[in-house]
Structure formats: C-alpha cells, structure tokens
Nanobody, 122 residues
Framework: QVQLVESGGGLLPAGGSLRLPCVAS????????MSWFRQAPGKEREFVAA??????YYRDSMKGRCTVSRDNAKSTLYLQVNNLEPEDTAVYYC?????????????????WGQGTQVTVSS
C-alpha cells in the first residue's frame, strides 16, 4: 500500500523557517520524481518544488528561500523554507510522479500525502 506521510507543519511566525519531512512507503521511492505542492484556502493546488534525479526545481516566488532534498536510504523527502511569509500559509502536500508530464503539473502525480497545515502569522 502506497503511503506518503507529511509532518512538521504548525503555526509559525513570519520570518521564521520550517522543515517538512515526508516519509514514503509502498513503492520504489528512489526511482520516482518527488515534489511538494501546496493549497491555500480558496485557491488551486500549486507547485512548490521538485527533485528530479539530482536536479531541483522551484516555484519562482520561492527561489532563494526554499530547498527540496531527499534521503533515499530513509525514503524521505524534505522541504526547507526560510524567511516565511503570510502568503506561505497553506496545506503542504508531498507527491510522487507516476505519469508522463511536467514535474510542476499536479496531474502528473497519483501518489499524494494527506497534507500538513502550515500557518504563518504576520
């Protein structure tokens, strides 16, 4: 059974940092493109970051303050975000790409975690 379990969310101050782990099981983690998406209230789910083999990609608004990484030995994906802004408030999801398609397109992913809420206070 495929599982992706995010943790590490919560209420954080603007200017602070977060590190979200996502533990994967039930599939060959090391062979999949892994990504983070987020969804704010009333908005569509949007791409945050992806790790494709050894290359990383980020949403433009988060370049320079966001780092995605993976530990294949632990089947764990990480997202580090620094200098948090209230606009970063959202539910953050990790996902494993299972279809052909761009890494930034949510439709390319079938495996999703349940999400973790991040709230940034101003």
């Amino acid at each position: 059974q495929v599982q992706l379990v995010e943790s590490g969310g919560g209420l954080l101050p603007a200017g602070g940092s977060l590190r979200l782990p996502c533990v994967a099981s039930g599939f060959s983690f090391e062979t999949h493109v892994m990504s983070w998406f987020r969804q704010a209230p009333g908005k569509e789910r949007e791409f945050v970051a992806a790790i494709v083999t050894s290359s990383t990609y980020y949403r433009d608004s988060m370049k320079g303050r966001c780092t995605v990484s993976r530990d294949n030995a632990k089947s764990t994906l990480y997202l580090q975000v620094n200098n948090l802004e209230p606009e970063d408030t959202a539910v953050y999801y990790c996902a494993a790409r299972t279809k052909a398609g761009h890494y930034s397109a949510a439709t390319s992913y079938d495996y999703w975690g349940q999400g973790t809420q991040v709230t940034v206070s101003s």
